[in-house]
T-cell receptor, first 109, second 117 residues
Framework: GQNIDQPTEMTATEGAIVQINCTYQ??????LFWYQQHAGEAPTFLSY??LDGLEEKGRFSSFLSRSKGYSYLLLKELQMKDSASYLC??????????WGAGTKLIIKP | GAVVSQHPSRVICKSGTSVKIECRSL??????MFWYRQFPKQSLMLMAT?????????EQGVEKDKFLINHASLTLSTLTVTSAHPEDSSFYIC?????????????FGPGTRLTVL
């Protein structure tokens, strides 16, 4: 079956760096998305990776290893507003998004 | 970026009533829209794919007679929860894809919180 695994919850300190991991098993693969979702709101797009390697976008970076079925989202210089759930989603061979349950990130001052 | 709106943002209804949720793409046309349901602390669950001018495609386990989808125009899809029950209480989110460079980015509506008493 198809599956996305990511930690349920993580805690980090304001100003620090945090890495949120995601492993995936899908029928075919057409890329991996990271979304941010604040409580009670809809997800917003953060990044898309389809090739191996690191994509940097400001304070956020996303990494992909297709051979390992692995991705991570790296958040630097954490701010209180970064407290949210971070959703990993893989695009399978039918271009259907397979969603992870999300990682709740708690930022402490 | 593209904007997707949803209405209403929050609805409380009695058990047995029907509730209609609208999803609109405000500044682009969407031949396809997706309807998701999200229970607390759980992932997004795709319910159905709404196709303009044709029948919706439902995911396994989703009752098409209970969750009626109509994609009447290139900017509007509606989800009607018929004879709602308390177990239908959830966060319903729609999304529409916009073609990017090599991928389709999903733009999400703000969601509709449905509470069935």
């Amino acid at each position: 079956g198809q599956n996305i695994d990511q930690p349920t919850e993580m805690t980090a300190t304001e100003g620090a760096i945090v890495q949120i991991n995601c492993t995936y098993q899908t029928s075919g693969f057409n890329g991996l998305f990271w979304y941010q979702q604040h409580a009670g709101e809809a997800p917003t797009f953060l990044s898309y990776n389809v090739l191996d390697g690191l994509e940097e976008k400001g304070r956020f970076s996303s990494f992909l290893s297709r051979s390992k079925g692995y991705s991570y989202l790296l958040l630097k210089e954490l701010q209180m507003k970064d407290s949210a759930s971070y959703l990993c989603a893989a695009l399978d061979s039918n271009y259907q998004l397979i969603w992870g349950a999300g990682t709740k990130l708690i930022i402490k001052p | 970026g593209a904007v997707v709106s949803q209405h209403p943002s929050r609805v409380i209804c009695k058990s047995g009533t029907s509730v209609k949720i609208e999803c609109r793409s405000l500044d682009f046309q969407a031949t396809t829209m997706f309807w998701y349901r999200q229970f607390p602390k759980q992932s997004l669950m795709l319910m159905a794919t709404s196709n303009e001018g044709s029948k919706a495609t439902y995911e396994q386990g989703v009752e098409k007679d209970k969750f009626l989808i109509n994609h009447a125009s290139l900017t509007l899809s509606t989800l009607t929860v018929t004879s709602a029950h308390p177990e239908d209480s959830s966060f319903y989110i729609c999304s529409a894809p916009v073609a990017g460079v090599g991928y389709n980015e999903q733009f999400f509506g703000p969601g509709t919180r449905l509470t069935v008493l």
